[in-house]
């Protein structure tokens, strides 16, 4: 395997699938002790241009954030039941840590070293502001990796 094929070591964000967001932002927020933050729903595929597994999908989800400290957050996402890679991992694995994000530049060019390196493109997007996508690092990682790219202002 190629060596720092991100090009940062730098953790954004830890993403956690759940069942019953409402029950869990407040359970972490109580646990942290903060107030409990908005939950979000993300936007329509018109807007996300979300594909899984190379289609186009409507999948959508709904997401809590909690800042723990410098850049990184704890994403919790509680998937409808539309195709994506949020509701095929929660069916399959049940609720937890579903992927360590990174936030990297050149999407495209990292993908596709990540896949010539045999961690292939699951899903990707776009959100307010920058894009995503999900790489399958589990079989070397035993974690998906996310890649996040803002775009700059």
Request: include cysteine; glycine fraction near 8%; charged fraction near 30%.
């Amino acid at each position: 395997m190629d060596k720092n094929l991100l090009g940062t070591n730098v953790v954004t964000q830890i993403g956690i699938l759940v069942h019953d967001i409402e029950a869990t932002t407040r359970a972490y927020a109580e646990f942290f002790g903060v107030d409990v933050p908005e939950i979000i729903i993300s936007d329509t595929v018109d807007k996300t241009n979300m594909e899984y597994k190379g289609k186009t999908s409507p999948a959508r989800c709904r997401q809590s954030f909690f800042h723990v400290g410098g850049a990184c957050m704890i994403e919790l996402i509680e998937p409808d039941h539309e195709p994506s890679e949020w509701r095929d991992a929660l069916n399959k694995n049940g609720e937890g840590v579903h992927h360590i994000a990174y936030e990297v530049e050149g999407t495209d060019e990292k993908i596709r070293l990540l896949e010539k390196n045999g961690m292939p493109l699951t899903q990707k997007g776009d959100y307010t502001g920058g894009r995503y996508a999900y790489i399958d690092s589990t079989a070397d990682l035993k974690v998906m990796i996310e890649l996040l790219e803002n775009f700059k202002k």
